[in-house]
DNA sequence: CAAGCCTTTTTTGTATGCAAAATGATGCAG
DNA sequence: CTGCATCATTTTGCATACAAAAAAGGCTTG
């Protein structure tokens, strides 16, 4: 009668998330060769399993297939960087009209908490734990749009920009605008004004997306896309 | 000196493309078993490539994989065919907006004769040259917006949009009415107005949902989400 | 020393074999 | 006939073997 109880957990899938993690926290560099071998030691499985997982992050777009010779990981560029991020405002705007829409007291309450923790996390200096925090609720605001379908694809994208992540060092004066834009998000959310919410979601994106590429310019964590 | 002369065929990519086909033209009707062996010989591969090529529809949302027990083709109900259209709405007036930035002239030519190419079929009652040629036009325009990453999303979500295309076999008075705002997005494009085509495009999107979730109730071509 | 060609090695792409899980059939008790 | 346990069959998941392609190394030649 409980189906979730006994879920198996296949080579396969287990091989698709550890090497997702393993691109998105940067372990495997952008543009770096995905060699059979040496992830089938690394994860402990046979190649079939780990070629499957490749096939998966390349629908992703996290893998870049190269017929004959393998797959590397997809390059970051300033230019995909910038695109990720337009597309994830326009998703975050449309996921705040429909949670305006459809959130319910549970979801609201907890985006609340989530949002005192991320003000803790900002008083205290902890960018890890607010970029935590931070996440969580953007995640829980598209979550609350009901959209399954916006949730997954905004998923997808977010992996994308959160390889990017690590250098968006942002300046005390970005973050504590940001914290001051998430007050009115949260505003915007109790108040159920979902015309507004989308103005301020895309605007939040926008700023977001001008401080990653800033810091990005600068520490040179992105490439420009010249590869081999 | 080109690289496109010499791009190496692998049966895995193959068997991905026909598999999408055969989902997306309703061949594997939707909920559908996937067994190996049946699609190993339709295909003419073994099945280290087939299983590769469903991993990657999988990734897509084309397939759902069932642990243990194969994969089936990913049912389209009600809920996620809106859900979709609501998603493609938002990416669509993106694309819109940013076309109207970045399109060029011979872009804009192109999307003026497809669009001659759409009247020449409404006239002539051919439902199939419409589809085919609404369907250019609007690829056209998420592809003008000159954001790579969103037309990949668009082109996506499409495919599973287009599942149910066949039952959208609308009125005469919505293809009329669709055809009148076609007229007036093309018109926008022309005047480089983002703000009306993305309005227009939303509200585009938003009737053609309402026309295909209208028939789908009527005709029954998607089920309600009913499998075991 | 550079450039090209050939050989060797490595790596990828595909097919196949084997074990485990699921599916279906059979028989039996109630 | 129904419910259910047991066994045979099928199907899936994974590992491995083999073939083709690419990469690396070495040789020759200019």
């Given at each position: 009668?409980?189906?979730?109880?006994?879920?198996p957990?296949?080579?396969?899938?287990?091989?698709?998330?550890r090497?997702r993690?393993?691109?998105v926290?940067?372990?495997?560099?952008?543009g770096?060769?995905?060699?059979?071998?040496?992830?089938?030691e690394?994860?402990g499985?046979?190649?079939?399993?780990?070629?499957?997982?490749?096939?998966?992050?390349?629908?992703?777009?996290l893998?870049?297939?190269?017929?004959?010779?393998?797959?590397i990981?997809?390059?970051?560029?300033?230019?995909?960087v910038?695109?990720?991020?337009?597309?994830?405002?326009a998703?975050?705007?449309?996921?705040?009209?429909?949670?305006?829409?459809?959130?319910?007291?549970?979801?609201?309450?907890?985006?609340?908490?989530l949002?005192?923790?991320?003000?803790a996390?900002?008083?205290?200096?902890?960018?890890?734990?607010?970029f935590?925090c931070?996440?969580?609720?953007?995640l829980?605001?598209?979550?609350?749009?009901?959209n399954?379908?916006?949730a997954?694809?905004?998923?997808?994208?977010?992996?994308?920009?959160?390889?990017a992540?690590y250098?968006?060092?942002?300046?005390?004066?970005?973050?504590?605008?940001?914290v001051?834009?998430?007050?009115?998000?949260?505003?915007a959310?109790?108040?159920?004004?979902?015309?507004?919410?989308?103005?301020?979601l895309?605007?939040?994106?926008?700023?977001?997306?001008?401080?990653?590429?800033?810091?990005?310019e600068?520490?040179?964590?992105?490439?420009?896309?010249?590869?081999?």
């Amino acid at each position: 009668m409980n189906d979730l109880a006994l879920a198996p957990r296949l080579l396969h899938e287990d091989a698709t998330e550890r090497l997702r993690d393993m691109i998105v926290q940067g372990e495997l560099a952008a543009g770096a060769k995905l060699v059979e071998r040496v992830l089938c030691e690394h994860l402990g499985v046979s190649r079939t399993p780990l070629r499957e997982a490749i096939k998966r992050l390349a629908s992703e777009g996290l893998v870049a297939l190269q017929p004959n010779r393998g797959a590397i990981v997809t390059p970051l560029t300033l230019a995909t960087v910038r695109e990720t991020f337009e597309v994830m405002g326009a998703l975050e705007a449309l996921a705040g009209q429909l949670a305006c829409r459809n959130i319910t007291d549970a979801q609201l309450a907890e985006i609340r908490a989530l949002h005192f923790d991320m003000l803790a996390c900002h008083a205290r200096g902890d960018l890890a734990g607010y970029f935590r925090c931070n996440q969580a609720i953007h995640l829980a605001i598209v979550a609350a749009s009901g959209n399954a379908t916006l949730a997954a694809t905004y998923r997808n994208l977010n992996a994308h920009v959160r390889r990017a992540r690590y250098v968006a060092n942002l300046s005390r004066g970005r973050w504590d605008q940001a914290v001051a834009e998430h007050e009115e998000i949260l505003a915007a959310l109790v108040a159920r004004d979902g015309v507004r919410l989308q103005r301020l979601l895309s605007e939040h994106l926008g700023a977001k997306m001008t401080a990653v590429l800033g810091a990005v310019e600068t520490t040179g964590g992105v490439n420009d896309g010249a590869y081999d």
